[in-house]
T-cell receptor, first 111, second 113 residues
Framework: EDKVVQSPLSLVVHEGDTVTLNCSYE??????LLWYKQEKKAPTFLFML????IEKKSGRLSSILDKKELFSILNITATQTGDSAVYLCAENSGGYQKVTFGIGTKLQVIP | KAGVTQTPRYLIKTRGQQVTLSCSPISGHRSVSWYQQTPGQGLQFLFEYFSETQRNKGNFPGRFSGRQFSNSRSEMNVSTLELGDSALYLC????????????FGPGTRLTVL
């Protein structure tokens, strides 16, 4: 059974700090790894990673995938209170849209 | 472009009843997936519909069913509700090709008393 494990489960940081969120996975037929941000209800898409070692960036957020070691990290630099959310990691290995999610990392950024 | 919409947003039911949730995907999207989110289990995949056919299915009992209409709108039905069915039900739409990005709706919060 496919499995996605995220760590830490929760994190409290001060504004301006840099955080690294971890995601490891065990899948039988890896296709892509996904990161989402969930603030209240609807998760919003951040990144899709398919190739090892290629960093994807969007503003202060970046992510990289290591397919050999089966993990990914999400970095957030110069954190802001608006970054407070649950960050979800997921893998798409079931073909098409059958996606397995991790339980999420709850990030709280305090002023 | 309008996003994914779900109705109703909140629902309270009692054990044994059944419920139908609705999801309207982004215009042009043909795939709709349903997820159950609970604090202990996180987001769990229920099923995916593409062109009115169930294409993928998660590990949920047969009480959970769904369908998709020709306009890609989808409904999810849960029969004989149990207390453990209380959760946030999210639907997500995509174009339907492999490794497409999914866009989530705001969810329906179901409470079973």
């Amino acid at each position: 059974e496919d499995k996605v494990v995220q760590s830490p489960l929760s994190l409290v940081v001060h504004e301006g700090d840099t955080v690294t969120l971890n995601c490891s996975y065990e899948v039988t037929n890896f296709r892509s790894l996904l990161w989402y941000k969930q603030e209240k209800k609807a998760p919003t898409f951040l990144f899709m990673l398919t190739s090892s070692g290629i960093e994807k960036k969007s503003g202060r957020l970046s992510s990289i995938l290591d397919k050999k070691e089966l993990f990914s990290i999400l970095n957030i630099t110069a954190t802001q209170t608006g970054d407070s959310a649950v960050y979800l990691c997921a893998e798409n290995s079931g073909g098409y849209q059958k996606v397995t999610f991790g339980i999420g990392t709850k990030l709280q950024v305090i002023p | 472009k309008a996003g994914v919409t779900q109705t109703p947003r909140y629902l309270i039911k009692t054990r044994g009843q059944q419920v139908t949730l609705s999801c309207s995907p982004i215009s042009g999207h043909r795939s709709v997936s349903w997820y159950q989110q609970t604090p202990g289990q996180g987001l769990q995949f229920l099923f995916e519909y593409f062109s009115e056919t169930q294409r993928n299915k998660g590990n949920f009992p047969g009480r959970f069913s769904g369908r998709q209409f020709s306009n890609s709108r989808s409904e999810m039905n849960v029969s004989t509700l149990e207390l453990g069915d209380s959760a946030l039900y999210l639907c997500a739409s995509s174009l339907g090709f492999r490794e497409d990005t999914q866009y989530f709706g705001p969810g329906t919060r179901l409470t079973v008393l």
